[in-house]
Nanobody, 115 residues
Framework: QVQLVESGGGLVQAGGSLRLSCAASGVISSINVMGWFRQAPGKQRELVAIITGSGISDYADSVKDRFTVSRNNPKSTVYLQMTSLKPEDTAVYYC?????????WGQGTQVTVSS
């Protein structure tokens, strides 16, 4: 079992910044890819960013050059630094990983960007 706990969400004005954190615990050996997803009201959950254990990252086009994903492997924590936030970034943000063929999700953290 893997537990994921997100933190760092909140309300911010457009153009502002937030930093999300996701701490993994439990049986975390062999975890490689960790990712951030988001789901806005009435929309499907979408991938925001992923990062491998070796630090290779990729981003959705909508957040490239504004969001940065990073990882602290010894602490099995992944971060999402979000800058130049836009109202359309408003969503519940989820941390996710996969281990032994099972996908794990955190409970989500709300990010609201006001115009």
């Amino acid at each position: 079992q893997v537990q994921l706990v997100e933190s760092g969400g909140g309300l911010v004005q457009a153009g502002g910044s937030l930093r999300l954190s996701c701490a993994a615990s439990g049986v975390i050996s062999s975890i490689n890819v960790m990712g951030w997803f988001r789901q806005a009201p009435g929309k499907q959950r979408e991938l925001v960013a992923i990062i491998t254990g070796s630090g290779i990252s990729d981003y959705a086009d909508s957040v490239k050059d504004r969001f940065t994903v990073s990882r602290n492997n010894p602490k099995s924590t992944v971060y999402l630094q979000m800058t130049s936030l836009k109202p359309e970034d408003t969503a519940v943000y989820y941390c996710s990983t996969e281990r032994a063929g099972i996908n794990y999700w955190g409970q989500g953290t709300q990010v609201t960007v006001s115009s």
